[in-house]
């Protein structure tokens, strides 16, 4: 049947013999992937690699995590450097010609981080017109500000930890992000808020990303293991996986602790600006 075939695809007889699954991911992006900085070595966390991890268990081979930015994740999934991409890429219809995509998963809306004096300053999206706006490079939030914001100048930086960072030295007036995303930078940032500037339809979901032609049977479970693990997270705000337990904080000052109020668990998470892979 239709699902021998897939399971019998060029990329899965090649995990297969290698007996790993090479995801590919763009770290500094909390709550889907960052950096652990309470271990000894550089380490990927997040609901990604929660999934990945799912993934390979599913397919009964080691996971092995590739980290790079965000532009060279889509070159290298493209370029078959990477079996798979998992790292809160939008399914766009431009994407679409190049790579297959998973079933999508939580959708969010984008928004404006800025400086709190500057809170009075930018309510509506006309307010950006004409102002210095940072996004993460190649991404959807570069689109829907060089389409939306007009007269801008965009400034697009590989990380978003470098443009958060670019935001709270007054080089930029806004952050274009994710929502969900920039909730987590806020939380050690406590000179930056959200604005009350919106998007129009400008909801954004998630999806893995694999090689056109080479999408594979499951994929189609992505959606479901994603709700899981998903809801697991943000119901409880920690993850319970073989591994001991963290909370998805990031915090562009550096390594920050945490206690969550319903545990007595000290977890220290933060990344590195800029040395990403």
Not at 50 to 73: C, H, P, S, T, Y
Not at 85 to 103: C, H, L, Q, V, Y
Not at 155 to 168: C, D, F, G, Q
Request: hydrophobic fraction near 40%.
């Amino acid at each position: 049947d239709q699902g021998a075939v897939q399971k019998e695809s060029p990329l899965m007889q090649k995990i297969k013999k290698q007996g790993k699954l090479v995801v590919g991911t763009a770290s500094g992006y909390p709550p889907y992937e960052f950096i652990d900085t309470s271990v000894g070595e550089k380490k990927v966390i997040g609901i990604d690699m929660a999934l990945a991890q799912k993934i390979a268990d599913e397919l009964g081979v080691k996971l092995e995590v590739q980290d790079m930015n965000f532009q060279a994740l889509l070159t290298s999934l493209t370029g078959g450097k990477v079996d798979i991409a998992i790292a809160g890429i939008n399914p766009t219809e431009e994407r679409k010609k190049s790579m297959d995509f998973s079933a999508d998963y939580l959708p969010t809306e984008q928004k404006v981080i800025i400086r709190k004096e500057d809170g009075s300053r930018y309510k509506k999206l006309e307010d950006l017109f004409g102002k210095t706006v940072g996004v993460q490079k190649s991404t959807t939030q570069e689109a829907l500000a060089k389409e939306k914001i007009k007269d801008a100048k965009i400034v697009s930086l590989a990380h978003v930890p470098e443009v958060v960072l670019e935001l709270k030295q007054g080089k930029v007036d806004g952050l274009v992000v994710e929502g969900i995303v920039g909730g987590q930078y806020l939380v050690f940032n406590d000179d930056l808020m959200f604005s009350e500037v919106e998007f129009p339809n400008s909801v954004k979901s998630s999806a893995a990303a694999v090689q056109k032609e080479m999408k594979m049977w499951w994929l189609s479970s992505i959606k479901s293991l994603k709700k899981i693990q998903i809801m697991a997270i943000l119901k409880n705000g920690q993850m319970n996986t073989a591994e001991k337990p963290w909370k998805m904080l990031i915090s562009s000052k550096g390594i920050q602790p945490y206690k969550h109020e319903k545990t007595h668990l000290i977890h220290k998470v933060g990344f590195y600006c800029g040395m990403q892979a």
